[in-house]
């Protein structure tokens, strides 16, 4: 078995090798037509833009193109306008993101003429949980762009030509901040070898409006520092902060500020001192403030205590509205848990007035499937950020109540956890990388379809591959019924199917182990944690299953606004799809479609087995329109993705089965597996 690993392995890191193609992600070079650029400015930033207009321009050729730098009202700061052979914008960098969108238009069929385009979100950042011994927490496709551990001061060439292709992709899609280093943040850091590196890598990213920005630990006064406290009320700390923020500004003079992991998972916090969250935040956001750098103070705390663990977060956070200084913003994950392939969103949009929140997502497939599944995320984010918190009245969506479009945020911000790695491809899985654009668009837009955003991806990535092998071919075919359609149906389905093979109806936390790859509902070791094992959440015993948060029981259902708290706490109006994630129900519960419980799993499982198998196949037909390497990379995965998920399938049902004693219907396919059989090698598919 291990040898097989080691074969597949070593055959997927050739694939990867040999698949160069997918290091141009969707900016893959272009025949460009001549084309004259004018623009009476000069700045790195607009040097940039006039090199990729003149490399990408596809429109008429020889066209004049001009770049205009001017006040209008009509643009907010790095917005831009389109017009026919023109691009408006009030700063460099919107001229910039005016020439990506131009070329993206010219390649999709977009329309241009008269286009005025806003960012929803100032902030669009990415946090890197790189580690600064160059491996990542979380991450799938190799180790850290930004830190190693041999000959870890020395940037190189190499290490400047990787950081300029990684600051123009994010310039593209209008990403313009990275974090560069892990929430659980090491001391080290803010030390002087690796703020000179710091410096490096922003001098690379800067023309390309990208501004860095660090992970702390709060205990750093004491680790670096020499200090004996780290409490933020202590004068001596308050000052050595104020030193270290001078002297990251006198490195970094745009340094975009700080993010911050405190009082959670094991991290040092103010907590440990009797002072709370704001203390802590405040005091750095005053050493930030001169340099207008921001905090981003991450709400993701939860302790083990008896507590429901969804209701954690808000009930910290709330009683602390109004008391954080207004370059504070609160980072709240999606859902109150953490990243699960489906939650409710966290109660906390929109509840916290007085204070700038900003949504946290995940683009690493921590909790779906890593870069072996073929999971496009924009969905399960359309859904969060399109979810109406009825914070002030209807259609008080959660993008609503952070993109200042409600609450007057001094500043605005969403932040996606980024899947970036060595890998020749960058995110691991070719399909990987359509997340990164995804979040990349949605902060630019956070009204945009997933189907737009998908059918802009399929068209930039993939057509150029399409159309040249099918001109040599002589091929009739037409590229959008049979290529774009289809790939684009599988993409806006992928989410769902994992959902149906992992964790249906509201189901969560029920993946095997610290890997959080494979199934393992019974995951509960001694000594571990409660709220770390799976047990925890589903709570199925031969009463039924699923954590019941009505006012009947851990009364998370309240922290919604209503009619929210009514709608899910009541069975006849909860939404089907987090009925388990609210309720405790008897296995022969009836379901609106007259299905028992039981049966409903065992179909949900079922059906997202099916589903990865079609998706094989009609990937199996789309071999004349993709580069071969890739064409067998995503091949591989799917092949990997559905083995995965029958074992999902097998290892819930059978699992839930000593509970519910009910058969499995029969007109799904019977499992393969035997539980104790799964249970015994588990350690084999948790990749880890
Ligand atoms: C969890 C991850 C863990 C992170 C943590 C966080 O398992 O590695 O450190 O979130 O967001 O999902 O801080």
Not at 170 to 198: C, F, M, Q, T, W
Not at 317 to 330: A, E, Q, S, Y
Not at 376 to 401: H, I, N, P
Not at 597 to 618: P, S
Request: with cysteine; glycine share 6%.
């Amino acid at each position: 078995m291990k040898k097989i690993i080691i074969l597949a392995l070593a055959f997927i890191t050739a694939l990867q090798l040999k698949a160069q193609e997918g290091h141009q992600l969707w900016l893959r070079s272009k025949e460009s037509l001549p084309v004259t650029v004018i623009c009476t400015m000069h700045s790195p930033t607009l040097t940039i833009a006039e090199q990729e207009l003149r490399n990408g321009w596809q429109g008429e050729s020889g066209a004049t193109v001009k770049l205009t730098i001017k006040k209008n009202k009509a643009l907010k700061s790095d917005g831009f306008r389109l017009d026919k052979n023109m691009i408006e914008a009030t700063t460099d960098l919107g001229i910039l993101y005016g020439v990506y969108s131009l070329l993206r238009r010219q390649q999709t069929g977009e329309k241009m003429i008269g286009t005025i385009s806003n960012p929803s979100y100032q902030i669009r950042i990415l946090n890197h949980w790189d580690n600064l011994d160059g491996t990542i927490e979380r991450g799938y496709a190799g180790h850290s762009i930004f830190w190693r551990k041999t000959n870890p001061f020395v940037v190189t060439l190499k290490d400047k030509a990787l950081w300029k292709a990684y600051a123009r992709a994010n310039a593209s899609i209008g990403i313009n901040g990275a974090v560069l280093d892990n929430v659980n943040a090491s001391p080290k850091i803010l030390s002087e070898n690796y703020l000179n590196r710091v410096k490096s890598i922003a001098d690379v990213l800067r023309p390309y409006g990208v501004r860095v920005y660090l992970s702390v630990n709060f205990a750093s006064p004491i680790s670096l520092g020499g200090l004996k406290t780290a409490d933020p009320l202590d004068s001596s700390v308050i000052m050595w902060w104020k030193n270290k923020v001078k002297e990251i500004y006198s490195l970094i003079p745009d340094f975009g500020g700080l993010l911050v992991k405190a009082s959670s998972e094991g991290q040092p916090g103010p907590q440990q001192y009797g002072r709370t969250h704001a203390d802590g935040a405040n005091m750095l956001a005053d050493a930030l403030k001169p340099y207008k750098g921001v905090v981003m103070w991450r709400a993701f705390v939860y302790t083990a205590n008896d507590d429901d663990r969804a209701k954690q977060a808000y009930n910290e956070f709330m009683p602390l509205d109004g008391k954080f200084r207004d370059n504070v913003i609160i980072q709240v994950k999606n859902g109150p848990i953490d990243f699960q392939p489906r939650e409710p969103f966290s109660p906390l949009f929109g509840a916290m007035k007085k204070t700038s929140i900003m949504p946290e997502l995940q683009i690493t497939q921590e909790y779906l499937g890593h870069a072996v599944y073929l999971v496009f995320l924009s969905t399960m984010w359309e859904e969060c950020l399109k979810s109406d918190t009825y914070q002030q009245g209807e259609g008080s969506t959660v993008a609503r109540c952070t993109d200042g479009s409600i609450y007057p945020q001094k500043y605005t911000a969403i932040a996606g956890v980024s899947n970036i790695g060595l890998d020749s491809n960058w995110c691991g899985h070719p399909f990987a990388q359509a997340n990164w654009y995804a979040f990349g668009r949605l902060a630019w837009n956070d009204t945009l379809s997933s189907s737009q955003i998908a059918d802009e991806w399929l068209k930039m990535t993939f057509y150029k591959d399409a159309s040249k092998k099918l001109r040599e071919r002589n091929y009739k075919i037409d590229w959008t019924k049979n290529f774009l359609k289809p790939v684009k149906q599988i993409m806006l389905e992928s989410r769902e199917t994992a959902v149906n093979f992992m964790m249906p109806l509201g189901l969560h936390h029920i993946m095997s182990a610290n890997g959080h790859y494979g199934p393992g509902p019974w995951w509960a070791p001694k000594g571990v944690r409660p709220d770390w094992t799976p047990p925890y959440y589903h709570q199925a015993s031969s009463n039924g299953i699923g954590f019941d948060r009505t006012a009947k029981g851990s009364d998370a259902v309240s922290q919604y606004h209503q009619p929210l708290a009514t709608e899910f706490n009541n069975l006849a109006t909860c939404p089907e799809i987090f009925l388990l994630w609210f309720h405790h129900l008897p296995w022969n519960y009836k379901m609106k479609n007259g299905r028992t419980l039981w049966n409903a799993l065992c179909y949900h499982y079922d059906k997202g087995v099916k589903q990865v198998h079609r998706f094989q196949q009609e990937w199996d037909n789309l071999k004349p329109f993709v580069d071969s390497a890739q064409f067998k990379l995503v091949q591989l995965k799917l092949s990997q993705q559905y083995d995965n998920a029958v074992l999902w399938k097998d290892a819930c049902l059978l699992y839930f089965q000593q509970f519910s004693k009910m058969p499995i219907p029969k007109d799904i396919t019977p499992p393969v597996h035997k539980l104790k059989d799964i249970i015994a090698n588990e350690f084999k598919h948790r990749n880890d």
